[in-house]
């Protein structure tokens, strides 16, 4: 039997129990998603879907259920460096240049110079920014700021890719152009990625499964699959399929809240 | 917003005790005549002449000042007071001159680039330097001597408002200045609707500085043109009787940091007072 | 590459200071202006050209002391930056402390300083730079420790980051342009501090010492000059903090840390 490179199981998440600002972000969430999987996770303002990246992430813990990653608990594949992050800001180092932003893992891993070197060009060859290598990050567009970030997450080839709206601070062009990008680099390094999104269109582009969440508290209401074939491209996105998929998202979504109004989810 | 403040004061009532801890601590071990560190003479003397005990300070404001005389309190108060007035004076008369100075070159680009830098560039340089001059212009115009000397105090506070103020009103959102000019107002109708309330969240830091700035050259000026009646004249005095009267030259320090403090007060509370209605800002 | 300043862009403070200067000189001409009340430009400089050698000396003191309290201030507001950082519960004790050290005339605790040293010794002075200086150095250090982003924080935690990861590979350089703001305000008002910690008594070299000396005899056009050495020196200080900014930092971008 192989392992899910994800198992949540149960996992419930309240901050700040027993007090007056008591909040359950999460509910009895169950997930489980296979290797080479990528699954969005997609809901309005405050269902949980940050929250649930970061209980894979071993950033918080969770108050009930556990969380497994690679096997192993998320605290273990955190010491032991099994994903790389991204978040909406690229989180870049502005006193390093942009080939030492990439090399940071490596770095606290113990690389040696040679092989960071290595690695990092690898990864910018692979992101397409070569030639960027000993520029500084602020002199880099928003979009190429966020490959970098990408490159960064992915140096250390971890096996899980874990996404908190990386796309969300560029314009709508650059946004379907990084898709495409995404896509391309995850297919060649062949990881698995859980991605937040509020982009129905996005989640759908870019996923084999659209976890659709509600708030209050935040749980799992519905995973839709989406077969939109391995080798995504520009096309994809004026298929019938696509369209078929946004709408079945959309319905979810709709269905999810109950009859409250629809906020922070764009149908763009 | 009390709680804070009360937090706040009892963290300060905590920092002077450690202050004061450390100054007995230092008696206790340091050596009594100065001492070197490496060849350098920096450790200074610890023996009760120069250093009193910080119990001796206190009781100190309730002697006599010389024999005869009223309590020390009371003399220290009233320096601090005289003192108080003319730097205050100085910050009034220094912001109202500020502000004026920013309006004209917000107003006028040509004013702004050409004297800004001469602005920016007195923030560099001991303004006290021009002290006796002043005070000889001053005495020449037949002021009285109070008046140089406050007069110092509104030129060393007038720098930093310009600056500060010059900063606030060019602080008016882009969005907000074009709001404005669709409504066919006038310059001075944006400036007085818009660009002066919008200002006076910097104009405050600035009046901090302005205040501190007042108050040392009230008191440095009254120390070189010998105003008596003053905490800086009263310093000089008492720090000169060390052998006689060691721990007085401390309550004047105590007047000099109360009136400081006052002051400083005085600009918080107009910030609560003319902010009052706005969102919390971080100040750095 | 910063192109520098075309005359364009520096005319209107040059005609300010040039019809300034002249404005001066001719009032002190026309009204026929004793040198006692106010000496002409042209006087000053002249009294500036003849006394250079006893405003060197003059500069080189109040220069010294502000010199060697800046230093040490800013070697002991780093030390101490870090120990706040370490145990952050004493920030919360130096954060009032500070404000009020900026509140009051700390200046006037000079010649309480100046007896507890031998007569003739610098160290007053110096200690008074040192307390200033510390405290603007402390303040911003201690803030550009503390403060790093909050995508920064999670990024290094994601990796497993060990405390001292943290602090060598993200916490020391982020501080680094907040240094170097502190250094930018502490060292034009170590001059500042250094002067006016003359006018408290002690030893009567220094600037403002000659100053006063000079204005109590009425020799206004050379008390002129010694103030010229004063801004000069004041200038210099702020001049060589922008270029030690400058020279250490290749990064050509507004710093963060200034606001």
Known sequence: MTEHAVAINGASMVFNPGSVGQLEALRDIDLDIAAGDFVSLIGPSGCGKSTLLRLIANLLSPTAGDVLVNGKSAAQARVDQDYGMAFQQSGLFDWRSVRKNIELPLELKGWDKKRRAERSAEMLELVQLSEFGDHRPWELSGGMQQRIAIARALASHPPLLLMDEPFGALDEMTREHMQSELLRICAAADTTVVFVTHSIPEAVYLSNRVVVMSPRPGQITDVIDVDLGAARDDDTREDETFYKKITEVREALRGAELGDTARGVDDR | ?284 | ?259
């Open chain 3, 1 to 259: 590459m910063r192109r520098a300043p075309s005359l364009l862009a520096i005319w209107p403070p040059l005609v300010f200071g040039v019809v300034f200067l002249a404005v001066w000189e001719t009032i002190v001409a026309v009204y026929d202006i004793k040198k006692f009340l106010l000496p002409a430009p042209t006087a000053i400089a002249s009294a500036f050209a003849d006394n250079l050698e006893n405003v060197w000396e003059a500069v080189l003191v109040t220069g010294a002391n502000a010199l060697v309290g800046f230093v040490l201030g800013v070697l002991l507001g780093i030390a101490v930056s870090f120990v706040l950082m370490r145990f952050s519960v004493l920030n919360e004790l130096t954060t009032p402390l500070a404000v009020a050290i900026n509140a009051v005339p700390i200046v006037i605790i000079v010649p309480v300083l100046n007896n507890m040293y031998p007569a003739g010794s610098q160290v007053p002075r110096r200690v008074m730079v040192v307390l200033i200086v510390f405290f603007v150095v402390l303040v911003n250090v201690a803030k550009g420790l503390r403060q790093v982003s909050g995508t920064h924080m999670e990024l290094m935690r994601s990796y497993a980051a060990s405390p001292r990861e943290i602090l060598v590979k993200t916490r020391i350089p982020n501080a680094i342009p907040y240094l170097f703001t502190a250094m930018k305000i502490a060292a034009p008002l170590s001059v500042i501090t250094a002067f006016v910690a003359e006018y408290f008594g002690g030893t009567q070299t220094g600037l403002g010492s000659a100053i006063t000396s000079n204005a109590s005899t009425s020799k206004n056009d050379v008390m002129w000059a010694y103030v010229l050495g004063a801004c000069l020196l004041g200038l210099s200080f702020y001049v060589a903090s922008i270029w030690l900014e400058k020279a250490t930092t290749r990064q050509h971008r507004r710093n963060p840390a200034m606001t």
């Open chain 2, 1 to 284: 917003m009390i709680r804070q403040a009360a937090r706040r004061s009892a963290l300060f009532v905590v920092a002077l005790a450690a202050v004061a801890a450390t100054w007995e601590l230092y008696k206790v071990v340091g050596p009594e005549t100065g001492g070197e560190v490496f060849g350098w003479a920096i450790l200074p003397k610890s023996n009760d002449r120069v250093m009193p005990h910080t119990w001796e300070m206190i009781a100190e404001f309730f002697d006599p000042e010389t024999r005869g005389t009223p309590l020390v309190w009371q003399a220290v108060l009233g320096y601090a007071w005289f003192t108080f007035r003319l730097a205050w004076f100085g910050l009034f008369v220094g912001t109202v001159v500020g502000v004026g100075l920013a309006i004209l070159m917000a107003r006028f680009r040509v004013v702004e680039r050409g004297l800004l830098p001469y602005v920016i560039a007195s923030q560099t340089v001991p303004l006290i330097a021009l002290a006796p001059q002043i005070a000889t212009i001053a005495g020449n115009w037949g002021l009285p001597r109070w008046a140089w000397v406050s007069i110092l105090g509104a030129f060393l506070a007038f720098f930093p408002i310009s600056i500060a103020m010059l900063k606030g009103l060019s602080s008016a959102p882009a969005a907000s200045v074009e709001l404005m000019d669709s409504y066919a107002a006038s310059w001075w109708t944006t400036l007085v609707k818009l660009r002066l309330p919008a200002s006076m969240g910097y104009l405050v830091p600035g009046m901090k500085l302005a205040a501190t700035a007042s108050v040392i050259g009230v008191i440095v000026s009254e120390i070189s043109t010998g105003l008596a009646g003053g905490i800086g004249r009263a310093t000089l005095q008492y720090a000169a009787k060390a052998t006689s009267e060691p721990a007085q030259v401390y309550t004047a320090l105590i007047g000099a940091g109360a009136l400081g403090l006052l002051l400083y007060g005085f600009v918080v509370a107009m910030e609560f007072a003319l902010m009052r209605n706005r969102p919390q800002e971080a100040t750095g």
